[in-house]
């Protein structure tokens, strides 16, 4: 089977659905498992395999229960655009009917988490009859097998549930909403499939060129919708990480990043065509924002004009500005109700042309030096080649006490160590050395929030670490969308002490003046 069935059947002029175009498959492998509302309510249930998604049709849904054998017919291959596809496919179109995102994740084989190990069994699966697989989505949990039957329909199987923790009697098919949209099908919309308008769910915005899938977000105390759209475009080329898989993980991490981002003024760093074009900023908000979206007036000293920021309030404000083509997220260090009184001071560790371990170092001895004055400080990634460091303030002092106390730290660890560090602002004034970058510290500076994707190749994060993880050999890479839910789910939030500890700054800047003197 191949995505030749599959252009075949539809009418792209006159469905939603993503044309079928062949993607390699590189990183993670994913499944998806749709809820599909057609003549006859079913699930499709899908693993990527070979740059296309592996399909079944499954009359009565997936089951957590070892005892059930839940009959699956395998159906064209669909591509892998298609694990994002929500909407109603239109009257007189094949598969006429509503669909909705059920569960989605990741898989890979009993044994190993390796992708090139796990598609090549896969594969090698369908063609002897029986595929093993570990799946790690939302609903579905757990290690399953589909195992092909001898009947005359040479494409039935069996899908398996095994057993173990994630085992149970429970019904998961109670569980009824939609795992990205949190839309469901209702009752009245299975008894009459036939008969569904394109105006339920998700609507696609007017076009005149191709189709693009769309997907629906409300806001939390609105009844406007957020439309979602060009999902399966390609923001990281080299990747094949899509829009689609950038909001994913904002959805997926939400609860941890908003509380750096809500009631802060944002400056949009936009990339609509991904990370192959280059981006713009954008600080005035002049689209058409939806009435539920939050700004703010703020005079620009620097232009003197009045600039309408964008504040974000809730999950589908980060949204919308994802939606913008916003990979990276970046906040205000100080929040609406008291903009020069910033949360944290910051200094960024900006290497340039210097080796990662040369901004190992100068962390570790910026640490030192807070350390002995008994400030507390949190480290993270910038997510590209340099470091952020972090002293919680609490909103007590204002920028230019802190940018103050930032430029007196840099100026003692310059002194400690200044065969690798540079105070020099032009880069071409380094000489290969890390920069200690301290005017962040303004009103209206703004840096890459924790959790934030950046736009940089492997879609890095920003991640926040535990200071025994600064040390040589850190690999900021590994630390990207595939592996930081995880790493969040094992650790938690391990910075939201910048939120909260308290230091009194004005004794901490006579301890530092005093040291340096005698430095």
């Known amino acids: 089977m191949d995505l030749k069935e599959y252009n075949e059947k539809r009418d792209f002029e006159n469905t939603p659905e993503p044309k079928g175009q062949f993607s390699p498959s590189t990183g993670d492998l994913i499944f998806v498992v749709q809820k599909h509302a057609a003549s006859k309510l079913h699930y499709d249930f899908r693993l ?5 998604l592996k399909s079944w049709a499954i009359p009565k849904g997936p089951s957590l229960s ?3 054998k839940r009959l699956a017919m395998r159906v064209e291959d669909h591509p892998l655009s298609y694990a994002y596809f929500e909407g109603t496919i239109p009257d007189g179109n094949y598969g006429a009917g509503q669909v909705i995102v059920w569960d989605r994740g990741y898989y ?18 369908l063609e002897k009859g029986r595929i093993e697989f570990v799946l790690e989505g939302e609903k579905l949990k757990g290690e399953f097998s589909l195992v092909k039957m001898h009947l005359e329909n040479k494409e039935t199987w069996l899908l398996i549930k095994k057993k173990d923790k994630y085992s149970t009697e429970e019904d998961i098919t109670q569980k009824t909403r939609s795992v990205i949209s949190e839309k469901e099908i209702s009752n009245k919309e299975i008894s009459n499939v036939e008969n569904i308008k394109t105006d339920v769910l998700d609507k696609p915005e007017p076009q005149k060129r191709k189709k693009t ?19 399966s475009k390609i923001y990281f080329p080299e990747d094949k990480i899509t ?19 809500k009631n802060r003024p944002h ?16 600080k005035d908000l002049k689209e058409n924002s939806p009435d539920w979206i939050k700004t703010i007036e703020i005079q620009s000293e620097s232009n003197k004009r009045t600039i309408k920021y964008i504040v974000c309030t809730n999950q589908a404000s980060l949204l919308y500005m994802v939606n913008l083509g916003c990979i990276e997220i970046n906040p205000w260090l100080s929040k609406v109700d008291r903009l020069n009184l910033p949360d944290y001071m910051v200094i960024d560790l900006d290497p340039l042309e210097a080796e990662f371990n040369m901004v190992v170092e100068t962390a570790l001895t910026v640490k030192e030096i807070l350390d002995e004055s008994n400030i507390k400080s949190f480290c993270k990634t910038s997510g590209a080649t340099g470091l952020h460091i972090y002293v919680p303030l609490s909103g007590k002092y204002e920028f230019e006490t802190s940018k103050s106390f ?14 690798i560090t540079s105070l020099e602002r032009n880069p071409s004034k380094r000489s290969g050395k890390v920069y200690l970058d301290y005017l962040q510290n303004r009103s209206g500076q703004t840096i890459a929030a924790p959790y934030s994707v950046r736009p940089k190749p492997g879609a890095t994060v920003s991640a926040p670490l535990n200071w025994d993880e600064v040390k040589p050999g850190l690999d900021p890479m590994k630390f990207n969308i595939k592996t930081m839910p995880e790493r969040i789910e094992k650790l938690g939030d391990i910075f939201k002490g910048v939120l909260g500890t308290e230091i009194n700054l004005i004794k901490s800047l006579k301890d530092l003046e005093a040291a340096e003197r005698f430095k």
């Not at 829009?243 to 981002?261: E, M, Q, R, T």
């Open 48 to 52: 990527e395999a070979d740059g296309v």
């Open 66 to 68: 070892p005892k059930d």
């Open 108 to 125: 890979h084989i009993p044994g190993t988490r390796d992708s090139k190990e796990s598609e090549k069994s896969i594969l090698e699966g």
């Open 213 to 231: 899938n769309t997907e629906t977000a409300s806001g939390s105390t609105s009844t406007k919708k957020l439309v979602l759209n060009n999902l």
């Open 243 to 261: 829009k689609g898989d950038i909001i994913n993980y904002y959805k997926k991490i939400g609860h941890y990043i908003l509380p750096y981002l």
């Open 267 to 282: 400056t949009l760093l936009r990339h609509p065509n991904g990370i192959s074009e280059e981006g713009f900023f954008q």
């Open 406 to 419: 930032a430029h007196m730290i840099v100026r003692l660890v310059h002194n400690k160590i200044p065969d």
